[in-house]
């Protein structure tokens, strides 16, 4: 039989909600599952990040904890773009699209999430799952664009642009594709 905290650890996962916790133990009663949290909390086996938010130890992915701060909300913008290298400006915060716009911080960390309209923050299209959700740079600069009035990208040369038009029907914006139609002129100029 495996201990409460190893249950959690062989899941791979670093950060679990409540909710999370209670499935993974096999918990029903919701008041005796606070009680063992609680007590592994206290032990030092679990870190509560904020309320109802815990994770393993202090090395949890602030990735998979950024997408279970809100849901739904999936990482974006500056921190795949960042990655990606398709700007070369490092901001340590973490960038999310959600349903709605705010900034918090946790344990020393800012996420940033930035409100989309629901249909396009509930298609899948160019959202990468497991761990967490992400972007893939295409939706990530497509997401820049329907965000931000204006926004300059350093590095296009990786851009599947067959894939950044297909993607741009999910925004519903006519403005959009004027956007990219910009862009792709002028970086197939500068090419």
């Given at each position: 039989m495996f201990s409460k905290i190893s249950i959690l650890i062989?899941?791979?996962k670093t950060v679990f909600s409540f909710n999370e916790i209670c499935l993974n133990w096999c918990e029903t009663?919701?008041?005796r599952a606070s009680v063992k949290i609680h007590y592994y909390v206290k032990k030092g086996e679990l870190i509560n990040i904020r309320n109802g938010l815990y994770a393993l130890n202090e090395n949890y992915d602030r990735l998979?904890?950024?997408n279970k701060l809100y849901k739904p909300s999936y990482i974006s913008l500056e921190t795949v773009l960042f990655r990606n290298n398709i700007i070369f400006q490092y901001n340590s915060s973490i960038f999310l699209l959600s349903y709605l716009s705010r900034e918090i911080i946790?344990?020393?960390d800012t996420?940033?999430?930035k409100k989309i309209k629901d249909t396009a923050l509930c298609?899948?299209?160019g959202i990468i799952t497991g761990k967490y959700s992400i972007a893939n740079t295409e939706r990530a600069i497509?997401?820049?664009l329907y965000t931000y009035s204006e926004y300059y990208f350093d590095n296009l040369n990786t851009v599947n642009w067959d894939r950044?038009?297909?993607y741009s029907e999910i925004y519903e914006r006519k403005n959009l594709k004027t956007k990219i139609d910009k862009l792709y002129k002028k970086h197939n100029k500068n090419a």
């Open positions: 062989r899941t791979g009663d919701y008041n998979e904890a950024a946790v344990n020393g996420y940033v999430y298609n899948p299209l497509l997401d820049s950044l038009f297909e």
